[in-house]
């Protein structure tokens, strides 16, 4: 099973990014899927998730109302859009697939994580 993260950069404070996690190796469809982030020096946080229809999404509160959390089953995919970037939305950023019915935001409970992408958001 392998997660694969994409779309980080650098940008400008206001800017937007895409972030894509294709995921390999089984089918995803049943799994809630999430995104995670973590800055230097700080534990991996709780970023968004979706469960494994699409009909269900959770935000963290810093994030809310600026990013937007997606699914495509048939692709075996996963997407974050970010808008409203800020500097402090600054950090590494990692999806992660999970088991159960209700949408976890603790990293503990999602068992297979991908590589990471380095998101920059400069003032």
């Known amino acids: 099973v392998q997660l694969q993260a994409s779309g980080g950069g650098l940008v400008q404070a206001g800017g937007s990014l895409r972030l894509s996690c294709a995921a390999s190796?089984?089918?995803?469809?049943?799994?809630?899927m999430g995104w995670f982030r973590q800055a230097p020096g700080k534990e991996r946080e709780f970023v968004a998730a979706i469960s494994p229809g699409g009909m269900s999404t959770y935000y963290a509160d810093s994030v809310k109302g600026r990013f937007t959390i997606s699914r495509d089953n048939a692709k075996n995919m996963q997407y974050l859009q970010m808008n409203s970037l800020k500097p402090e939305d600054t950090a590494v950023y990692y999806c992660?697939?999970?088991?159960?019915?209700?949408?976890?935001?603790?990293?503990?409970?999602?068992?297979?994580w991908g590589q990471g992408t380095q998101v920059t958001v400069s003032s």
């Open positions: 992660g697939v999970a088991d159960g019915a209700a949408i976890p935001t603790i990293k503990s409970s999602y068992t297979y």
């Open positions: 190796g089984r089918t995803f469809s049943s799994y809630i």
